[in-house]
């Protein structure tokens, strides 16, 4: 290694005529890009077995997720890693909360099984909190002992978003433990400011990717947390916060994108998207591609990447043009990565040791003012509606008041029935195994029937989205923990969008199983549905459906 | 603590009306800082049972020294730390290069036993060259082994400047494995460049000290070493490199010491004076400080200072003026600093295990064409010169022609003896028992008998820096690994100053004593003595004084 980085014996590759992003001095320069063993061995002059022409073209080490849940792309780890290396990322750091909150430790095992063979780096960190809350029914329980035999393991950087903001604060003995396994801890404090956010910190709490405001943002960033900026499906930040990053803040600033699609990464792109979409907004390429890059590997104690120098890993992307930042060429460890698709060795548990519900339970009673969640476009908060209706006038088409059902996956138990507003459903039924966090089956729809059948398909899959018109049903199999697909992302991408054509049919809104998987989210305001009935979040308490 | 933080309890202390920098924006801020148990826990409005009114001042974190030999102050760890605590420096990293060079893995047990009770947190970097060389004969040497020994012990943070370049990159196992005894890792690599550089850095090495010109410091900087720019007693590098820093490359430089005596660190100061320079020298404080404070500790991975943030410690100084940076009040771990004088517990081995020559041994025979070390003003360089002369010729007054003499501390053995020119003496002579790196014992003087009484002075005091004119010495003892003083700080600054008056006297150059120290150091140009002889470095061997 050290003779080839003298230029005695040729390098294993080089990379010549590209214009290099050097991180350290936030600028471009011209050199040869000599590899061996598939680290950088120097930038100069030099000949390699292999060489690459890069004229005209920027080369940018491999791009950084500060923070994804794997899961939520609806693919199974290492093709999640195949769709996202065509976009030029080269490393994630991935919380496993969803898969745990499933299948705990198993669940985690999983992931850490679909690193080797991964065409990137995949890291993660441990789920701080499962169950996120106590108002629903999953399908697991960490301690800090069982989060502690993790402690080690190759692939686990540190703990993950710690979203128990109230058991920080309170100095709760239980969370206490959780955060003394690691010295990397990863926050979640949306609008925590002041006195309570220097003590989150103080408790060592380190980043942050729930910001939403500028000053929030600014607030926590000069407190000394790592503010990850994030674009995901549905939590677009960018364009609100990326007027804190300048020369002074890049080095704090990173992205992430927390939750997204399989679509929209295939479609729109992963952090390559958070490149463009913050340069649209205005910021200068190069300071975002520092925050793509180096600033993530620094929050990160990855010290192996970040930048193309000695001794750090080949991993990098080629574009054109940096504005469109169209990536057309990925190397992972000094190759060119062409990922196959491949199939998980091993699947998860997935348990649905549930039954079906009787065609009685699922039918509704009463009648009188109703409390109906309302949803809000764009938005993963719900409304706290009332209508005054009868249960035999559900579904109520005009006034689009539709039933919803959430059956345990863990428990042969009773489901709980509701009702919600706004996902404008004309006919037919959707059921989904995703319901954050706990991933109870959950459906709505404008028949029991429709509905019964939704469920059935989901159970039958032992995981799926599912929608139905009359006896039809079209499924998008989640084979893996009732969260991912094993099938190869074309395929996913394919039946989300068939998944789509259908609802559009039916009369939904777009994206309706977007706004199905967070409506049993009983930390986020205002009314929600859990597998235990209806549930006020204000409240902190499950409520009944009729007001007595 | 946490209840403190929000507000419930009132801090411990709280820094009132001042304007706090801030690192994480390279800006400063107003707000309350509350300390408890040391550390900072927050900023906004606080109330504490300690309130200090700083209105009208600035308040900085705690300077950090990022590359420091302490027995180059001439001081004991703990009186070092009192000097440099009243000029704002709450952090060094040192190298105990010196005092292992004596007496090996003793002297680390030495300095690493001074650490508690320092007024200030002192970590080290194990020495990684020692031996420097092997064309001397020093008290110790140090393997990979003897080094492992310490490796997670409290205090040791990595590996210290590597200066055998030739044997990082000819892969010498020794070095090998030495390196990888740590992940932080040191360098010292003066105008390397190109191939050699990137191979360097391919072997791990993250950080230079060395760097003496701009574009050797930009070359380096750019393939992501941490540049440590230096302000020592002699190495004055802050005006040449300081165009380095600037938003886009400030995170990577720091300011480091190196060697300075007592005397300077009282006069002139410590790290303050490195802000005061590079600040005369065009640089916006705050990216001065933005070195001093947070970029050193990054590089450290010390993540506990360098921002005055929830959670760190409460190290910090305080100035009124930027630019005059005249540091009036310094906090460690949240209390104002009010050092006393602590002698060591106990002192490191300080052999001297030697005889004084005799009379015959210090004469000098021969006569014809003679090697002469030549001195280079303000340079540790020294130039080989020739002179035709006769040994009774000596001392050469006219032509500044003075006899220099080697006797080894360690082993019963023959002085070496050589010529030296540009000290300038009249009559008189010094000796000392600091000479780079092996650190016996060298003295240069007008007279046999002068010169004689010099080395004597040394060894009585078992070790120390002698003056002597006539009958009368001038003695600074250096009783601790004849390397430093266990005498407070201002009686160690004003024997130097009683030494510097007498060698002037004598008709010396300024700081013989400093030029003295490097007549031994054969890894630098041109000619040396060591205990061994004459040694002519382009040759690495050595030579006989007279030509045959």
């Given at each position: 290694m050290l003779d080839a980085a003298r230029g005695f014996t040729p390098a294993d590759a080089v990379v010549k005529n590209g214009l290099v992003f050097n991180p350290f001095i936030n600028d471009w320069e011209r050199g040869d890009l000599a590899i061996k063993n598939g680290l950088v061995i120097g930038i100069g002059t030099y000949t390699g077995k292999t060489e690459y022409d890069l004229s005209g073209s920027y080369v940018i080490p491999g791009l950084i997720d500060?923070?994804?849940?794997?899961?939520s792309s609806l693919l199974a780890p290492r093709e999640f890693a195949r769709l996202v290396a065509l976009h030029g990322t080269t490393t994630v750091i991935a919380d496993p909360h969803e898969i745990a909150n499933v299948a705990g430790q198993q669940g985690i095992d999983f992931m850490l099984a679909e690193r080797p063979g991964a065409c990137i780096d995949i890291r993660y960190l441990l789920p701080?909190?499962?169950?996120?809350?106590?108002?629903d029914t999953g399908g697991a329980t960490l301690d800090a002992r069982d989060l502690g035999q993790f402690v080690g393991c190759d692939g686990i950087l540190g703990l993950g978003e710690m979203m128990n903001v109230p058991g920080v604060l309170s100095a709760d003995p239980v969370i206490g433990e959780k955060l003394r396994l690691f010295s990397l801890r990863d926050g979640h404090a949306p609008l925590l400011t002041g006195p309570d956010l220097n003590a989150y910190i103080l408790a060592g709490i380190q980043s942050d990717?729930?910001?939403?405001?500028r000053d929030e943002a600014e607030e926590k960033l000069r407190r000394g947390m790592y503010i990850f900026i994030r674009e995901g499906s549905t939590e677009r930040n960018i364009s609100d916060l990326i007027g804190l990053v300048n020369l002074k803040t890049v080095a704090r600033c990173c992205f992430a994108t927390d939750d997204c699609h399989a679509d929209i990464l295939c479609d729109k792109g992963h952090i390559d998207r958070c490149v463009r979409r913050a340069v649209e907004c205005g910021l200068e390429p190069e300071l975002a591609l520092r925050m793509a890059t180096l600033s993530a590997a620094e929050r990160f104690g990855?010290?192996?990447?970040?930048?193309?120098?000695?001794?750090?890993?080949a991993d990098f992307c080629v574009v054109d043009d940096l504005h469109q930042f169209i990536v057309k060429k990925v190397f992972v460890m000094g190759k060119v990565v062409h990922p196959a698709h491949s199939v998980p060795r091993k699947s998860p548990p997935s348990p649905f040791t549930c039954r079906l519900p009787s065609a009685d339970e699922l039918q509704l009673t009463g009648s009188g003012e109703a409390r109906v969640i309302g949803l809000v476009p764009h938005q993963i908060i719900t409304d706290s509606l009332r209508y005054t209706l009868a249960a035999h006038e559900i579904p109520d088409i005009r006034r689009d008041i539709l039933k919803v059902v959430v059956c345990s996956r863990y428990r042969d138990k009773e489901c709980a029935l509701g009702l919600v507003h706004g996902f404008s459903l004309k006919r037919g039924a959707i059921a989904s195994s995703i319901s954050h966090d706990a991933h109870n089956i959950i459906a709505v729809g404008t028949s029991d029937a429709e509905i019964h059948r939704a469920i059935e398909g989901v159970i039958r899959s032992r995981g799926a989205m599912v929608a139905v018109v009359g006896e039809t049903p079209t499924i998008l199999p989640l084979?893996?923990?009732?969260?991912?697909?094993?099938?190869?992302y074309p395929e996913v991408v394919q039946r989300l969008k068939d998944l789509h054509k259908v609802t559009e049919c039916m009369g939904s809104i777009d994206d309706p199983f977007m706004y199905l998987s967070f409506?049993?989210?009983?930390?986020?305001?205002?009314l929600r549905i859990t597998d235990r009935g209806l549930f006020d979040v204000g409240e902190s308490a499950h409520i009944p459906l009729f007001l007595q």
């Open positions: 500060a923070h994804v849940h794997i899961e701080s909190c499962v169950p996120a809350t106590l108002n990717h729930e910001c939403t405001r990855l010290s192996d990447r970040g930048a193309l120098t000695p001794g750090r890993r084979d893996c923990g009732g969260l991912m697909s094993t099938l190869p409506l049993a989210l009983t930390v986020i305001p205002s």
